[in-house]
């Protein structure tokens, strides 16, 4: 059971939960959708309203389903949960096996884009912009070379931050 609060109401350090305890994105719906492990991310306000950033490359799956959908959800999860979730989310590809079953996650789909039962914190996001990285942007020019050897820049998808769910 979740109940709704306000984004500012968030207790945990949401740079910590990005970065260390990494959480999922997930985009669909009932008659499809995928889910990847984040871990490059960030949160705050631009445009007037709060704005999280996730980055996803294009030869992900759930690429696919960012762009078809308005919504997708942002989600975090205990830190044993993380092992089981992330072992499969973040290595395996929805392509070739199912995810979310192979990580006994149970799906939600009464919000504008699914989330999973066993979640924390859930944020659910309209897309409000895509873009993409630029190697002629990068100042740091060695960048490209450590992070992009296949030259497969990032997509950057905007997501305003409509609903905040904790679990209860």
């Not at 740079?15 to 490059?40: F, H, I, P, Q, Y």
């Not at 873009?131 to 450590?146: G, L, N, Q, V």
């Amino acid at each position: 059971m979740f109940k709704e609060v306000e984004f500012t109401q968030v207790k945990d350090n949401v740079v910590d939960l990005l970065k260390n305890r990494w959480g999922l994105v997930t985009a669909g719906d009932e008659n499809g959708c995928n889910t990847m492990t984040v871990s490059w991310g960030a949160v705050g306000e631009l445009w007037g309203q709060d704005m999280a950033t996730v980055y996803i490359r294009p030869q992900r799956y759930t690429e696919k389903f960012m762009n078809e959908q308005d919504y997708f959800t942002l989600s975090f999860y205990k830190d044993d949960d993380k092992k089981r979730i992330h072992g499969i989310c973040g290595s395996k590809s929805g392509r070739d096996i199912d995810k979310i079953k192979e990580c006994e996650l149970t799906p939600c789909f009464d919000e504008s884009a699914p989330y999973f039962e066993e979640a924390e914190l859930v944020l659910v996001c309209r897309k409000a912009a895509k873009s993409r990285f630029d190697p002629a942007d990068f100042i740091d020019k060695t960048i490209t070379e450590k992070w992009y050897p296949e030259k497969d820049f990032h997509f950057i998808y905007y997501g305003a931050i409509e609903k905040v769910l904790i679990s209860e």
